[in-house]
């Protein structure tokens, strides 16, 4: 036996037309292709014009940015701030006064909601 591997005769390729080309009895000079110009093969879809602006729009466009979290509602906010408060009216042992205790932790919960935002 031999060592050289064989290779397989080499067989004439046949020109298929592109589905994008036009029609070769067309009058149209550009529907010409000169003699040595090869096709693509009808198994290749070629993008459209639409689809690679739209690609090329995607490449060159600004990241996306993070999703923002979720916004609380007026009644999460308003648990929030009671809790901070009443943590606050406990700590003083109920002596201070409580719309200061509600208007100081309004102010905490604000700046902690701004900072998860952020």
Known sequence: MSSK???PARTKTTKVP???????TSQEPS????????SAPAAVE??????SLAAERARTAAPKLAPS???LSR??????????AYGYAERAGF???PVEDWLNAEREVDA???????
């Open 31 to 38: 529907a010409v292709q000169p003699k040595g110009a090869v």
């Open 5 to 7: 591997r064989k290779t």
């Open 69 to 71: 979290p979720p916004r």
């Open 18 to 24: 592109s589905p994008l080309a036009a029609p070769a």
């Open 46 to 51: 070629m993008p459209s014009p639409a689809a």
């Open 95 to 97: 002596r201070n006064n």
């Open 75 to 84: 009644e999460e906010r308003h648990r929030l701030i009671a809790k901070v």
């Open 112 to 118: 902690r909601i701004d900072r998860l935002a952020s």
